[in-house]
């Protein structure tokens, strides 16, 4: 009898033994998307669910900007579209031509919204898409596929180029004058330039590069064109992984939010480019919502909506920022 009581409990124990490695192990269970080593212990920002434009996984979204009144206007590139979204939460097409690829919105202090458009167009029109009109003028044929866009404080007008490979760098960064009658070459020789936001102080610009996974800081002198030539143009952080950096925004304590396409993160670095806390979109270890583009502060908060597109649909999510909105050129009195 002893005998087959002990028997009883060593099979107990082994079960339970088993069952609780079987648990550790889908509890253990790799995410589709790991973080890099070097940021696994940074602080987590879990970012919630704001509102879905729609179903379709293939809706690539991009460019948000927020106008005045809280409207926030988003891109899906591949299909030509740009969505206006009320402060309630009501989505209208305020544009639609399939053989243009819209990707970065800014919005001028006088209420135009300028799309830069990985076709090669500058495109302005109004807030309700009427009177649309292209900018044309180029510096020897640059920028070629406009990508991001950000405007200064005198209404200069700075666009990433997104040409060019390791191999054959030809992309850049280049800024029309507030008239728009010139451009000028910024910095030159860089792989696919995605993102571009300034510092608070306005004469710092950071740049991501996707091609080559680094983000790239440019120091200018007073006229915002020529650079530095103490401190010049450094590329102070490398990102990890494959794909790269997308768009980025910065907030007013010179924080800099990094979305990282395909990757459903963004991470946050400080005015040193040293990284201090993830983003992360819900599902993204199962490979849902991975198409992490770019975040936008609301005006007048800590809140960042940041697009986010995959196998659950086209969606808008939400998180807190480190520090309050930075001002932008479109809400200059």
């Known amino acids: 009898m002893r005998k087959t009581i002990l028997i009883c409990l ?46 379709n996984p293939k809706t690539f979204l991009e460019g948000p900007a927020f106008d005045r009144n809280g409207n926030l206007y988003v891109t899906s590139i591949y299909d030509g579209r740009i969505f206006k979204i009320t402060p309630d939460k009501k989505v209208s097409t305020i544009f639609n031509n399939k053989a243009i690829m819209p990707d970065g919105l800014a919005i001028h202090k006088d209420g135009r919204l300028f799309v830069a458009c990985l076709t090669g167009q500058l495109l302005v029109m109004n807030t309700d898409g009427s009177n649309v009109t292209i900018i044309d003028i180029k510096y020897n044929g640059k920028p070629e596929k406009l990508n991001d866009l950000v405007f200064d404080a005198k209404g200069n007008l700075y666009v990433t180029d997104f040409t ?18 010139t451009v000028q070459p910024v910095y030159e020789g860089m792989a696919s330039a995605n993102g571009i936001a300034l510092s608070p102080r306005g004469n710092e610009i950071w740049a991501s590069e996707t091609a080559r996974g680094t983000l790239l800081r440019l120091t200018l002198l007073e006229d915002g064109v020529t650079l530095s030539p103490t401190v010049g143009a450094t590329h102070p952080y490398h990102f990890s992984g494959h794909p790269g950096p997308d768009s980025l925004c910065v907030d007013q304590n010179g924080n800099v939010y990094q979305a990282m396409v395909f990757q459903g993160r963004a991470v946050i670095l400080d005015k040193n480019a040293i990284p201090i806390a993830n983003v992360l979109i819900p599902g993204r270890d199962e490979g849902k919502n991975l198409g992490t583009t770019k975040g936008a502060f609301k005006p007048g908060t800590k809140d960042v909506y940041i697009m986010a597109w995959g196998q659950a649909g086209a969606w808008i999510y939400k998180f807190r920022g480190l ?10 009195e």
Not at 36 to 44: A, D, G, Q, Y
Not at 165 to 181: E, H, L, N, Q, V
Not at 323 to 332: G, I, N, P, T, V
């Open 10 to 55: 060593l099979a107990t124990l082994f079960t339970m033994v088993l069952a609780g490695s079987v648990l550790a192990q889908k509890k253990a269970a790799p995410s589709a998307v790991p973080l890099p080593p070097e940021l696994v212990n940074l602080p987590v920002i879990k970012a919630e669910p704001w509102f879905k434009i729609e179903d």
């Open 164 to 181: 060019g490979t390791p191999a054959k760098p030809t992309g850049g960064i280049y800024r029309y004058s507030a008239d728009f009658k």
């Open 323 to 332: 520090a309050d909105w930075l001002k932008l050129f479109s809400h200059q």
